[in-house]
């Protein structure tokens, strides 16, 4: 969890009042600091490549704003992008298709065509994946991702390393999978897996390149086959709550690249962080509209709900909360901060202890930059928010707000429905 200034009892974000910035630009809305995204592209960036030739690949689908996403070319990012969409999205903010692997699951073939048209590489989910893609366009290079049978995350959904998971081609199958990319002419240049994303411990990693690297020997002794780089994949969590600890990168870095270069003459990681790189450097403000104090709860009524930030009623995480314009107020009152979705399940917290709240209060949702906006939606008919870039002192829009006009766009009504 990232600290903020406290300025005469306000929050202040990348030297500008959380307050001011809510009045100038309207509730609810992401916020982000680029000094922040750049630190923590360095900080990993440096951790990897100070023990061999590194690839940070983003994990663009945590968030796909086409600024942010410039922020991390111009720091020399790669790309991590799992639909024509976000190769597109990522090609437009500037990155060459040489930066960006796709990395796809249940890939139809008019989706590999047109990635392959964009001339990114393209690491291969399944055997009908790998004989389509030759179909398409052989003497082409390759990645292959396997299913490593390390399996972890923070929650069911988003484990993807395990055995029973969808995800690559399974262990028992990956030196047949190699051999038979020679004999369809392609081209095998990778090895990648990845274990599940919000994983807090280092362990999981360690064994998940032990698996690639075991790999990676094999096919250089039986096959022949001299990969460049071996992909761990992504990950990494970060701590979401006051009193957990951020993981140890430098660690992680060490372990990782020792056991690559002892085991295998692989010569370049890469890693896929998509969290790690934007979940800290944004804060969703939004205003409390109403108080409702029950027999049971207090409400906190606030103008953004499931629809805007996801992650609490679809994965149960927490996310902390501060109330931006009385930062140093103590906790007074236990509430349910809750949203404008007209379901039960819409909360972005509940039985949290806050100072006590009134109408027009602030409320910063802290940790929101990974999976919030990508992942919000127009449900009830609600547009979707605004971004916002801050950079010392100075606020930019990065996103405008959506209209009712937006959402209706692309709804047609027959015309014999019109008399
Ligand atoms: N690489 C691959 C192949 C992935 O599938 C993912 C995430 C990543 C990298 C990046 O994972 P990260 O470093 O961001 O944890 N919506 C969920 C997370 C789903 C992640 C899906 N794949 C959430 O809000 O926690």
Known sequence: MRQFECINGE???GGIPATKIADKFGTPVYVTDESALRENFRR????????MPTHIHYACKA?????ILRILKQEGSYIDAVSIGEVETCLRAGFSPDRIMFT??????????????????????????????AGIKSRIPISIRVNPDVGAGHHDHVVTGSRKSKFGIPLADILKAYSESLDLGLIPVGLHAHIGAGVQEIDPFVKVTDVLVSIAKEIEEKLRIELEFIDIGGGIGIPYKPDEKPMDVDLLAQEVTARIKAGCSVETVAIEPGRYIVADTTVLLTKVVDIKETPE?????????????????????????????KFDASGEVIYDVVGPICESGDFLARDRLLPKLNEGDVIAVYDAGAYGFSMSSQYNSRPRCREVLVYNGTANIIREMETIDDILRHQRIPSRLMV
Not at 63 to 67: D, H, S
Not at 109 to 129: C, M, P
Not at 298 to 308: E, K, L, Q, R, S
């Open 11 to 13: 929050m202040v974000i």
């Open 104 to 133: 796809g699951v249940c890939v139809s073939t008019k989706e590999l065509e047109a990635v392959v048209s964009k001339g990114v590489l393209i690491n291969i989910d399944s055997f009908s994946e790998m004989k389509r893609l």
């Open 63 to 67: 968030n796909t704003n086409l600024a």
């Open 44 to 51: 990993i960036n440096k951790a990897f490549s100070r023990h």
């Open 297 to 325: 709860k207090n409400f906190a009524c606030i103008d953004a709900g499931f629809n805007t930030l996801i992650r609490p009623s679809f994965y149960g995480s927490y996310h902390h909360i501060a109330v931006a314009n």
